[in-house]
Protein backbone atom coordinates (compact mmCIF):
# COMPACT_ATOMS: atom_id res chain seq x y z
CA UNK A 1 0.00 0.00 0.00
CA UNK A 2 1.46 3.77 -0.48
CA UNK A 3 -0.08 6.67 0.67
CA UNK A 4 -0.09 9.63 -1.77
CA UNK A 5 -0.52 13.59 0.40
CA UNK A 6 -0.35 16.47 -1.76
CA UNK A 7 0.17 19.89 -0.49
CA UNK A 8 1.27 23.61 -1.88
CA UNK A 9 -2.59 24.81 -3.16
CA UNK A 10 -3.88 27.80 -2.76
CA UNK A 11 -5.16 31.27 -4.18
CA UNK A 12 -3.04 33.11 -6.81
CA UNK A 13 -3.80 35.93 -9.08
CA UNK A 14 -3.95 35.08 -12.80
CA UNK A 15 -0.42 35.26 -14.24
CA UNK A 16 1.11 33.61 -10.78
CA UNK A 17 2.80 30.66 -9.75
CA UNK A 18 2.77 27.69 -7.12
CA UNK A 19 4.38 24.53 -6.75
CA UNK A 20 2.63 21.55 -5.81
CA UNK A 21 4.13 18.53 -4.03
CA UNK A 22 3.29 14.96 -3.70
CA UNK A 23 5.01 13.08 -0.70
CA UNK A 24 4.38 9.04 -1.33
CA UNK A 25 4.82 6.60 2.06
CA UNK A 26 4.22 3.11 2.47
CA UNK A 27 5.34 1.00 -0.51
CA UNK A 28 7.03 3.15 -2.83
CA UNK A 29 9.34 2.00 -5.84
CA UNK A 30 10.76 3.71 -8.14
CA UNK A 31 9.56 1.34 -11.04
CA UNK A 32 5.96 3.35 -10.83
CA UNK A 33 4.85 6.59 -12.92
CA UNK A 34 3.43 9.49 -11.06
CA UNK A 35 0.64 11.72 -12.61
CA UNK A 36 -1.14 15.25 -11.78
CA UNK A 37 -4.59 15.40 -12.62
CA UNK A 38 -7.57 18.10 -12.01
CA UNK A 39 -10.75 18.71 -11.77
CA UNK A 40 -12.42 21.77 -11.51
CA UNK A 41 -16.49 22.27 -10.71
CA UNK A 42 -19.00 19.98 -12.62
CA UNK A 43 -16.23 18.62 -14.90
CA UNK A 44 -14.41 15.14 -15.35
CA UNK A 45 -11.00 15.12 -14.05
CA UNK A 46 -8.16 15.53 -16.62
CA UNK A 47 -4.50 14.46 -17.04
CA UNK A 48 -2.28 17.40 -16.39
CA UNK A 49 1.06 15.72 -16.31
CA UNK A 50 2.81 12.40 -15.59
CA UNK A 51 6.42 11.25 -14.79
CA UNK A 52 8.22 7.84 -15.02
CA UNK A 53 10.36 7.80 -11.53
CA UNK A 54 13.10 5.84 -13.14
CA UNK A 55 13.98 7.72 -16.40
CA UNK A 56 12.24 10.64 -15.51
CA UNK A 57 10.28 10.79 -18.47
CA UNK A 58 7.45 13.51 -18.96
CA UNK A 59 4.16 13.98 -20.51
CA UNK A 60 2.14 17.19 -20.38
CA UNK A 61 -1.74 18.01 -21.58
CA UNK A 62 -1.53 20.03 -24.36
CA UNK A 63 -3.58 22.94 -22.15
CA UNK A 64 -0.47 23.44 -19.59
CA UNK A 65 2.66 22.56 -22.39
CA UNK A 66 4.77 25.43 -21.96
CA UNK A 67 3.50 26.61 -18.57
CA UNK A 68 4.12 23.16 -16.22
CA UNK A 69 6.80 21.43 -15.29
CA UNK A 70 6.87 17.87 -13.37
CA UNK A 71 9.48 16.70 -11.73
CA UNK A 72 10.65 14.29 -8.75
CA UNK A 73 12.76 13.65 -6.39
CA UNK A 74 13.45 10.15 -5.96
CA UNK A 75 15.31 10.21 -2.55
CA UNK A 76 12.32 12.53 -1.28
CA UNK A 77 9.67 9.90 -2.56
CA UNK A 78 8.00 13.26 -4.00
CA UNK A 79 7.23 14.72 -6.78
CA UNK A 80 6.44 18.16 -7.88
CA UNK A 81 4.34 20.22 -10.22
CA UNK A 82 5.53 23.51 -11.26
CA UNK A 83 2.35 26.07 -12.48
CA UNK A 84 3.73 29.35 -13.79
CA UNK A 85 1.62 31.68 -15.70
CA UNK A 86 -1.71 30.25 -13.86
CA UNK A 87 -4.94 31.68 -15.42
CA UNK A 88 -8.43 30.95 -14.30
CA UNK A 89 -9.28 27.86 -16.10
CA UNK A 90 -6.76 26.00 -14.31
CA UNK A 91 -8.83 26.33 -11.19
CA UNK A 92 -9.13 23.04 -9.94
CA UNK A 93 -8.40 20.39 -7.59
CA UNK A 94 -5.28 18.87 -8.76
CA UNK A 95 -4.28 15.10 -7.41
CA UNK A 96 -1.18 13.06 -7.76
CA UNK A 97 -1.40 9.09 -8.42
CA UNK A 98 0.37 6.74 -9.20
CA UNK A 99 0.39 4.30 -11.96
CA UNK A 100 2.66 1.20 -13.12
CA UNK A 101 2.57 2.48 -16.43
CA UNK A 102 2.84 5.98 -18.08
CA UNK A 103 -0.39 6.87 -19.17
CA UNK A 104 -2.68 9.86 -19.72
CA UNK A 105 -6.29 7.54 -18.15
CA UNK A 106 -7.15 8.08 -14.80
CA UNK A 107 -8.34 4.29 -14.66
CA UNK A 108 -4.35 3.22 -15.25
CA UNK A 109 -4.06 4.89 -11.77
CA UNK A 110 -3.97 3.15 -8.77
CA UNK A 111 -3.14 4.70 -5.81
CA UNK A 112 -4.35 8.90 -5.32
CA UNK A 113 -4.06 11.97 -2.88
CA UNK A 114 -6.65 13.73 -1.19
CA UNK A 115 -6.31 16.49 -3.91
CA UNK A 116 -5.06 20.30 -3.13
CA UNK A 117 -7.11 23.38 -4.02
CA UNK A 118 -5.61 25.41 -7.03
CA UNK A 119 -7.85 28.71 -6.91
CA UNK A 120 -6.65 31.47 -9.91
CA UNK A 121 -8.35 34.54 -9.59
CA UNK A 122 -8.98 37.25 -12.91
Not at 24 to 35: E, H, I, L
Not at 52 to 73: H, K, P
Amino acid sequence: QVQLEESGGGLVQAGGSLRLSCVASGRTFSSYSMGWFRQAPGKEREFVAAITLSAGITNYANAVTGRFTISRDNAKNTVYLQMNSLEPEDTAIYYCARSEVMSRGPLAYTAWGQGTQVTVSS
